[in-house]
């Protein structure tokens, strides 16, 4: 893939932004942390923004009255909060504009809603938030002309919308800018109208790293769901073999699904919707770890169980130990990347079983 068609790409839009707002070193940063440098931190990752009741009768009253649709519950990639002033920005992320004729623009009606008025009742303490669709840089100027119409059409239905503004990702002469219009240098407080986020990318340059979070309603193209687990499993199955190396013989090891994607997420997992969430533990559990439970409860059935989402690796045989770890690290040794059905145990947290 390309790095003009990464900015194209919704998951390495919302990877992007993710690393925006993380802190790193200036001597060794992945993705300038434009967000963090200036005081923003993480406060929701793709969780549904909860209207208060009164709101979401006004919309049933709108749309009764033939007023055009508002999504009752939408839902932002990303939110960022900054504590000094209590302002927040909050994103959507798209590859390519769209006319306030789509149907599209429900969704972007209540996210235009939401960070309104409104915005402080829900995420109080937080008084502010600025609407910021990021999408390629030559979509822009459309991307702006449909917001104002839409924003338009909300005041003429009686709401009052937010503030937004529009971010444009560019490629040019190996780098990777991220272009804001005035509202954003004033939501942000840069003064700078476009910032360098990578350098030195071309044709060869692996985005793997920036992957950080993936979820398959981010995936419009269907061929890559299976590259973007491959992805993460990896970064999984590296970090599961660091916390099985440090497990003496005799020893044992419970391994939760959980704490191994917070560990190779950056601690970004924790600030994602529970749906989310337990769709990403659901793939640890099904492709990474009842491969290991599948694989070896026939060579060694007390060495490897599997419960719900809890793998548990009992070291007492040094010879049983080093063939296990021959194979876990084999280049030959394939986990599956399809993606996960759902079973009785993903059922029963659907209704908070587990």
Known sequence: MKPEE?????????NLLLWMS??????????????????FELRFIEQPFAFPIATIASIENAEKAGQPKISRCPEPELILKRDLDQSA?????????????????????????????????????????TLTYVLPADQGALMRVCLSELTAQLQQSGFSSGTFSVAGLAVENETMNYRLDAA?????????????????????????????IFSEQDCADQIRPGYYRHILQQQVLAALLCRLHQVPTPGSIVINAAELLTETT???????GRERQRAMETMVRKNVFLTISDTWKDRASDMVSLRARELTVSFTDPQKRDEFFDW????????????????GIEQMDLFGAL
């Open 266 to 272: 950056q601690g970004v997992f924790k600030y994602l």
């Open 89 to 129: 920005l909050y994103f959507e992320a798209k590859k390519s504009s769209f006319s306030s004729n789509s149907s599209t623009c429900v969704q972007a009606r209540g996210h235009l809603l939401a960070t309104g008025p409104v915005f402080a009742d829900v995420l109080a303490p937080l008084k502010s938030a």
């Open 328 to 343: 876990l690290e084999s280049r030959k040794t394939k986990f599956p990347d399809v993606l996960p059905s759902v079973d």
């Open 6 to 14: 990464w900015i194209r790409d919704p998951v390495f839009q919302l």
């Open 22 to 39: 993380l802190d790193q070193p200036d001597e060794a940063f992945l993705v300038y942390p434009l967000f963090a440098r200036h005081g």
């Open 184 to 212: 954003g240098q004033t939501a942000v407080g840069c003064r700078d109208q476009s910032v360098v986020l990578m350098r030195e990318i071309n044709e060869a340059t692996d985005p793997s790293p920036i992957m950080l």
